[in-house]
């Protein structure tokens, strides 16, 4: 699914998919930790910005069985998880 939301701009797809997926996952596990919390929390922010491309693409194209509803809702989503984020450097 995530690899038909990548804009068809971007170069390699599976690529840029399984590294933000290894990001996302290792940023998470940074979270949990005091000493590496704030680091983290700035690191899902970058992911967060670098992913909303794919987010308004996404939104553009339309998702199939997700409303367009849902697909605007998570462009200013994507804000307030970075405003979260923030929360915990």
Do not use: C, D, H
């Not at 971007?10 to 290894?22: E, I, R, W």
């Not at 794919?54 to 307030?80: D, E, S, T």
Request: aromatic share 16%; charged share 10%.
């Amino acid at each position: 699914m995530y690899l038909r939301i990548i804009p068809p701009y971007l170069p390699y797809p599976k690529l840029l998919n399984a590294l933000s997926g290894a990001f996302e996952i290792l940023f998470g596990i940074g979270l949990l930790f005091e000493n590496t919390r704030s680091i983290s929390a700035f690191g899902i922010i970058l992911l967060l910005l670098a992913v909303f491309p794919a987010n308004l693409y996404m939104y553009q194209r339309g998702a199939k069985g997700i409303p367009k509803w849902a697909l605007l809702l998570r462009l200013p989503l994507q804000f307030l998880l970075i405003v979260w984020a923030y929360s915990y450097t």
